[in-house]
């Protein structure tokens, strides 16, 4: 019998080990191809070895299973009468929350419709929290109450290391990195104003209209922080924070703990999530969202409780107050609960219908301020839309959209991973891959692998989210105007459970291989002898932990690659490119002079033909302009600055608006002329301080 034992376990050890031979081949041919492209080699070949390296990965582990089931009880029936018999009160509490929304008339959040649509939500979530059990709210209840000692799993620590490593690349420098206000950020500076003052949008029609959800947590912020550019820096970080955990929990409900923190890590420190953490803008509320969804989706399809179902709408609805893109998440709600009803089609269609029925009222109900406004101002609320409608139809110098164009606008978009990237400096090295080396890597085995399980767990529902929410990007914008961060930043959460999954896989067969060894099965020896003294001791060990050891210390060396490789991306080359130039921001370097100055009433700027941005001005000197307005576009006898400046002045001026330059000095004999440079030695702009 022992001998079988032994024999079984040869067999299986070797199956092991070729199948991760095979995934290490497969692995060094991805990472050959990788270099390839980051040598600028776009040769059929190198696609060919990361299609290869695809298939051999999902043929040498693509048995190995990490996916959670992803049903457990036959408890859809039970919900379904449940929810059914307390109908009444569920639709009471809706009803109520609806109509809370007829007070939010003219793009105006009102206390009275908020306390109605808030409460109603609320309090509808709290009844279905009840409704799944008392016995369940008991317990949960007594283990809140009880005095055992608090009890934290390794995993949670590990989880609190990998939040503070992305807390700390988010928030060093924050002040310092990006120093530049750029065009769009000043509308968001304005808006959380609007808020400040107690005007309460709905939707931001500003810069072609934005959803409020960001500018409402920036206000939030702005009461412990003083609003500005740093506070607004300050909200999107926090945001970018909060995904870390926020993707543990989605890749734990799909996969597992390791699965999870793996996804964690690898988030924490890629790169293009970290430019967007500190950028101040409300696409970074973007990832969040859509992994909040499809953390809940999971949850609803493997649990089939109401208030998992409600939780579903509720941050499905929240979603379209972030970002315009996480409309394509809606698609995928769809198609997940056709093909799980289908997949459970045996408990009847009538079973999930009350189920269906509560996810989408509380997602319409959530979303009527905002389908509200939409309805009412549709050319406001659609205005970003209708230009790239309008760009893609009218514009004589632009290509019109035909099936070459749209099918190069995917291949471009497929290749933003691993070829290159979005070309604007204000969010990327130009062109570099929005991935990591070795997240670039591995997201090749990892969709093999689920394209090769897709039948198991949740893969099909993480597969399409991920290649839906790259449509946004694909349909809207141009060959030379993509990639872009922005529009495709929905497919950064699914895109880093992607990565884990092959580091995950590998560790899997080395646990399944350790497992074949005893614990203790090596013994290491040592005597040492000194005259007529002898000292012995032995040191016991196994095979098991050594490799164990090996998955670990695989894991942590791939996310400490990608943490140098993002720490020298952000730090040093983004930095270096980071408008203008150098990281040095002209407005906020126009505002220290003319607060240095002191007098304001003193101080103008000729804004025209030349490039100025008064909104970044008024945000870098927290100061709207008013009855001051520094601004003016030609010097003309009897207007200012001509006419106001008595006695001293100073006027800001382009280096290459050479005629204006010399007209202050024919107006002005006496005056002082400064050139301000950017670190590169070329002007940034030219003060001119003139007496009469």
């Known amino acids: 019998m022992e001998s079988l034992f032994q024999a079984t376990n040869l067999t299986v050890r070797r199956r092991t080990a070729i199948s991760l031979l095979g995934a290490a081949a497969a692995l060094c041919l991805a990472l050959v191809a990788q270099r390839r492209l980051d040598a600028l080699s776009r040769a059929p070949l190198t696609y060919v070895l990361y299609g290869a390296a695809g298939v051999l990965f999902a043929a040498a582990l693509g048995d190995v299973s990490l996916e959670h089931a992803q049903t457990g009880e036959e408890r859809v029936h039970s919900a379904g009468r449940a929810l059914a018999g307390s109908g009444r009160i569920v639709a009471v509490l809706l009803v109520i929350a609806l109509c809370g929304c007829l007070d939010f008339g003219g793009n105006r959040f009102r206390p009275a419709g908020v306390l109605a649509w808030g409460g109603g939500l609320l309090a509808c979530l709290a009844y279905l929290y009840l409704l799944d059990g008392p016995a369940r709210v008991g317990r949960q209840a007594r283990a809140v109450l009880s005095h055992e000692p608090l009890r934290v799993h390794r995993s949670w620590l590990v989880l609190g290391l990998i939040t503070l490593v992305g807390a700390v690349l988010r928030l060093w420098q924050l002040d310092v990195i990006p120093a530049d206000i750029g065009w769009d950020l000043p509308y968001n500076y304005t808006d959380v104003l609007a808020i400040q003052r107690g005007e309460y949008h709905v939707f931001f029609p500003a810069n072609q209209g934005r959803e409020s959800l960001f500018m409402y947590l920036a206000a939030w912020v702005a009461t412990y922080a003083p609003l500005s550019h740093f506070s607004l820096k300050l909200t999107s970080a926090i945001v970018g924070i909060l995904t870390i955990p926020a993707i543990y929990a989605l890749g734990r409900e ?74 394509f998440v809606l698609p995928v709600l769809g198609i997940a609960m056709l093909a799980h009803g289908w997949r459970r089609r045996q408990l009847g269609w009538r079973a999930w219908l009350p189920l269906w029925a509560l996810m989408a009222a509380v997602l319409l109900i959530v979303a009527a301020p905002l389908l509200r406004y939409a309805l009412e101002h549709p050319q406001e609320y659609f205005r970003r839309v209708t230009l790239q409608a309008r760009l893609l139809t009218r514009d004589p110098n ?75 990007m694909t349909t809207a914008m141009f060959p030379h105007e993509m990639p872009n961060v922005f529009r495709a930043a929905g497919t950064i959460g699914p895109g880093m459970l992607l990565v884990a999954l092959p580091v995950a ?38 095979r098991r932990g050594l490799l164990l050891l090996l998955a670990s210390v ?93 006695e001293r002045g100073m006027v800001i001026v382009h280096p290459q608006d050479g005629a204006v330059l010399q007209r202050l000095r024919d107006a002005f004999p006496r005056h002082a002329t400064v050139v301000h440079r950017l670190p590169d030695g070329n002007p940034a702009f030219i003060v001119v301080y003139v007496e009469r």
């Open 398 to 472: 632009r290509p019109a959209m035909n099936s070459a164009l749209l099918l190069e606008n995917v291949r471009t978009s497929l290749l933003m991973y691993h070829v290159y990237g979005d070309s604007n400096v204000r969010f990327n090295v130009p062109f570099l891959r929005h991935f990591g080396f070795f997240s670039a890597v591995l997201l090749v085995p990892g969709l093999a692998y689920a394209l090769r399980r897709w039948r198991h767990g949740n893969n099909a529902f993480l597969l399409l989210a991920f290649f839906l929410l790259i449509v946004p």
């Open 254 to 327: 799909l996969y597992g703990t390791r699965v999870a923190l793996l996804a964690a890590a690898f988030l924490a420190v890629n790169h293009w999530h970290m430019v967007l953490s500190r950028a101040g803008f409300r696409v970074i509320l973007l990832p969040l969202f859509v992994i909040l969804v499809l953390n809940a989706l999971a949850r609803a399809l493997r649990k089939e409780r109401p208030t998992d179902f409600a939780l579903l709408g509720l941050c499905a609805g929240l979603g379209l107050y972030t970002y315009t893109s996480f409309v």
């Open 554 to 646: 695989l894991s942590l060396s791939l996310v400490a690659a990608e943490l140098r490789d993002t720490t020298q991306f952000y730090f040093r080359d983004f930095r270096a490119v980071l408008p203008d130039k150098e990281n040095v921001s002209i407005a906020k370097e126009m505002a220290r002079v003319m607060q240095d100055y002191g007098d304001l009433d003193a101080c103008y700027i000729k804004v025209w033909p030349h490039w100025f941005d008064g909104r970044a001005l008024q945000m870098a000197m927290r100061q709207q302009y008013g009855p001051w307005n520094p601004e003016f576009t030609d010097l003309v006898e009897g207007r200012p600055p001509l006419s106001t400046i008595w």
């Open 505 to 542: 896989a590998v560790a899997e067969r080395l646990r399944q291989l350790a497992a074949s060894y005893p614990e203790f099965d090596l013994r290491l020896r040592t005597e040492l002898s000194a005259h007529d003294e002898a000292f012995s001791g032995a040191l016991s060990f196994g």
